[in-house]
């Protein structure tokens, strides 16, 4: 597996990008972008799970559902989620499609399309068809970059890479953009991811390989299936590779690549939280099971008080245990024990059958100090386990959202 | 029905209250209280369903299952909630009744123990001690507002009221008090209610009037029963009016006043909450049943994104539908409509048929820039209603949190 973090979108064979600045909502950025697939690619697709979805998102289900295995296009656009904007959204998102089909010949169930931003606003469609001629004409296999910036709404750096995979047969490449300025948690700001792979896969295999992969990156920095009324994450395959992931071991390869690229871009996410100075992994281990586990870092993950303790760097683990006991997940809390560190093994044990151990305060600190820290709480009472990414809850993010729209 | 806004749980007859500066946690400020009822009360109890409790909690537990029908003392300190800090704690808190009741000249098992503060220290038994011996020698029936001082953390105004309930055989007087600092969504810090009355109720009728009251009131300011290792809320009826309350008529005018002073106290907890600048109330109606438009309302409620949205005067409505999209309850986003407004019926409709209605920017961000508004979200689909209460999430909240213990 070679990695490439300068990759991205355009690292795989028959991907080219277009980008323009269309005035959508701001004047002095790219706020379009296109992406296309020379040959046809198969898709998978996960979308929100929110109940009020945006225009783009019932589009795109009901393409996918017509059209899964010949994809040609993506269209994104930042500045305006297309959200809550009714028939005449609609039509806004199929005129996209419809453009984007014109300007790139192909038909236009071969186009997919994303929208981030404000919600509640119509797009300015002059503008957007205006930028999707526009970005047509830039078409290149190197602006694969200037997609992912394109799609940047509050995030403060574009999020892309790539990863090259070597198989029996040959090397694949797979890349991938990835944007979600929010806090993530609890109320993430749209999630978009856009993956691309070279390698040629059926559409059936590749949904699978997307879940898992979603599984084990962008849901574990989400909250219970909790999503924005835009999440979409896509993953491209378009064969130009001529390789085929076909037998286990290639998909098992195949896998590790996607997980590891997935995992990367869904944590940038976190890194770039809207106003997040931390970093921090949380491991809860020894419950009933998996889902018990994950239910219970979430709440840790998403604790307003937590949040702001990790941001005032005060090792306030009782806030941890507190919270942890409002996951509705029975446990005994004379059994739980709770360590920090910024790496495994953890350093610094805090937590013992429920209570404090002899530490010193200093060393706590120390910990929640650090850019990057991890916390580990165990209920000592059963195989599962759940992993989650979070940040810190601070001054800044309140800065960000107390005034988006203005 | 009178109103008493600087009445106390010393207002009914029969109750008298002692405080102490112990010095638990601050130099400066009473953190100790002691609340005694002359004639024995019967008692109520609602607490916390975190799967963490507190030792006083536990301890309480066990009383009320022995004896709730002639408790003579509450003894609450602040500064410290005894909480993760097993045997130790709990012989504490065992401790502090012992204390109690020899100060008082009353059973141990009479005596009700109440602590709110930082978890996951043990509390400083000689200042404790102390604290009740010095407040034994200041019982008074005036103290009453001293004890809803010195049961304070981060609040920045004591909570207390009563009020005075005409009834065909004669007058029972209500008295409360309140405490609870925490943004309270969704992570609130200790919520401590404790109410007094001299009228005479049968403990199970008592129970049950507690139980309506507090799914009125302070349950409507907490999530989905998301509490805090601490919280408790007490009702004792110690019948020194010598007034009974045991027929439909009756019950329902002290249900009234009941209802009331426990709105009126959990209010006061959202009012003075951490950083809190405004307080919204958020109402739900046409879901399928009651508990939808109660999920619906605490998720829009405990959303970060629209508190922030609260705290800049930014009428960003989308945030509100999306938070209620992510509720986990099925609904037709086409269907919904939002008003806002300051005063019922509500001066502004933002979105109808799920999009929005023609209506100036500067007439919503007037309302949201008001210190109290409404938020009226509407399913079209349904029975069910739910009214909640929360406050804006600001800088200070922040400021507060992220450096609690120093």
Known sequence: MEWNPDGSVTSPSGFEVGTHAS????????????????????????????????APVTLDRATLLANNSAIQAVVVNSGNANACTGATGLANA??????????????????????????????????VAGGITAAANEMSAQHGPL????????????????????????????????????????????????????ADIPVRDLQRM???????????????????????????ANGASGIPIADSQTIALFQQGLDRLFIHLAQAIVRDGEGASKFVEITV???????????IANTIATSALVKTAFAGSDANWGRILAAAG????????????????VADPLALQLVQGGTPVAYQEADAAAIFAEPEFKVWFDLHAGPGTAMVWTSDLTHDYVTI??????
């Open 94 to 127: 199929q005129q996209m499609q419809i453009l984007t089909a014109q300007a790139l010949n192909c038909p236009p169930d071969a186009v997919l399309v994303l929208s981030t931003g404000v919600i509640g606003v119509q797009l300015p469609m002059d503008r």
């Open 285 to 295: 281990t020894g419950a009933a099971d998996d889902s018990a586990a994950h239910k």
């Open 147 to 198: 997609a992912a910036r394109a799609i940047m709404t509050t995030d403060t750096v574009a999020k892309h890479a790539a990863v090259s995979v070597s198989l029996p047969a040959g090397t694949v490449t797979i890349g991938g953009m990835s944007k979600g300025s929010g806090m993530v948690h609890p109320d993430m700001a749209t999630v978009l991811g856009v993956f691309t792979t070279d």
């Open 326 to 341: 409002r996951a509705g997940i029975s446990f005994d809390q004379n059994q739980v024990s709770l360590s920090i560190g």
């Open 23 to 54: 005035r959508i909502k701001y004047d002095s950025r790219t706020d379009l972008a296109l992406l296309h697939s020379t040959p046809p690619s198969a898709c998978a697709a996960v979308f929100t799970r929110n109940q009020v979805v945006a």
């Open 210 to 236: 997307l879940d898992t992969a979603v599984s084990r990156s962008f849901n574990r920095i989400s909250v219970d299936g909790d999503t924005s009324t835009n999440d979409t994450v896509l993953l491209l």
């Open 401 to 406: 959202n107390a005034d988006y729209r203005t």
